[in-house]
């Protein structure tokens, strides 16, 4: 009977919650990214923004234009520091790539599926760049790469 070093158990431990915490944060986000339009989104930003001026938070960062970018960034640094957590094989260059091409699904099928959501540009910028910053967050922490054995 052959048992794991217990790093390496750890490790698998890590990597499996890392995948089940990304998928949850993948399903609520394709829930919130795909759902009509009805105010709720605007009105949860809305209430961020009060808690953060409340919290000391200059009102000129939370104008409600440069705050929804901002958001949109926030957004996805957990997707993209969960999933270089979860596939240690991917560089960040690839987590970058990856959320490009999510983000510009995700505002194509908003534009053309939601008569009541907009295609935003803007957001597929933001929505690369809080991936990229998530899976840059998460260099530290990431397992090393196994090479295969020849």
Known sequence: MTSSPPAELASSRVVWGARVVLGLCSLMLVVAVLSP????????LARAGDLLAAAGVPRTLLAQQRFEILANVAILV???FLGALSFSRLRWQDWAAYAFVGALAV??????????REMSATDVVANTLGALLGAAAASPFR?????PQV
């Not at 505002?107 to 009541?116: D, I, K, N, S, V």
């Not at 397992?143 to 090479?147: A, E, F, G, K, Y």
């Open 78 to 80: 957990p997707v993209g």
């Open 143 to 147: 397992l090393p790469r196994r090479r």
């Open 107 to 116: 505002e194509l099928a908003q534009g053309l599926l939601l008569p009541a």
């Open 37 to 44: 339009s009805n105010g709720t989104q605007d009105a949860l």
